[in-house]
């Protein structure tokens, strides 16, 4: 089972304002690796983040080919940090896509709501420490 402590879920939400964005790690399906920092990352509830990619290019064709990724953070002051192992799914329109963005843009993530995006939903699977121990996990024993 996945529960997101008010840490994790505090410092992500907070990664741009601090100066610790996160990172998005994915892979097509035949392994190119392709990463990117986000700073636009917020705590959906206790086990998924939300965040909004207006690239529309290589990062969303590799999440919506293969839509494992990790999201990685690291806050540098407080020496802390996690890497989140998540099942992606993206959206462009629809009730999910109205309810990320409103969501960012009340939070004062986003401030162009309108301008074209893609709201990109991340139900974490496993929570590790930056050193890989496995702290948490949806289902035990999960192979990724």
């Not at 990664?15 to 986000?38: D, H």
């Not at 896509?97 to 709201?119: F, K």
């Not at 974490?124 to 930056?130: E, I, K, P, S, Y």
């Amino acid at each position: 089972m996945i529960k997101l402590t008010e840490e994790m879920r505090t410092l992500v939400s907070n990664a741009r304002e601090s100066g610790n964005p996160c990172i998005v790690a994915s892979a097509s399906t035949e392994g190119t690796p392709n990463c990117g920092y986000i700073g636009t990352v917020l705590a959906l509830d206790d086990s998924s983040f939300v965040y909004r990619d207006r690239t529309g290019r290589t990062p969303l064709d590799h999440i919506e080919e293969n839509p494992k990724v990790v999201l990685l953070f690291r806050h540098a002051e407080k020496q802390t940090g996690w890497k989140f192992r998540c099942t992606a799914s993206v959206h462009r329109q629809g009730l999910a896509y109205d309810s990320s963005i409103n969501r960012l843009s009340q939070v004062g993530l986003i401030t162009d709501p309108e301008l074209e995006a893609a709201a990109v939903i991340l139900q974490v699977d496993q929570v590790l420490t930056l050193f890989g121990e496995v702290l948490q996990e949806r289902e035990p024993g999960l192979n990724w």
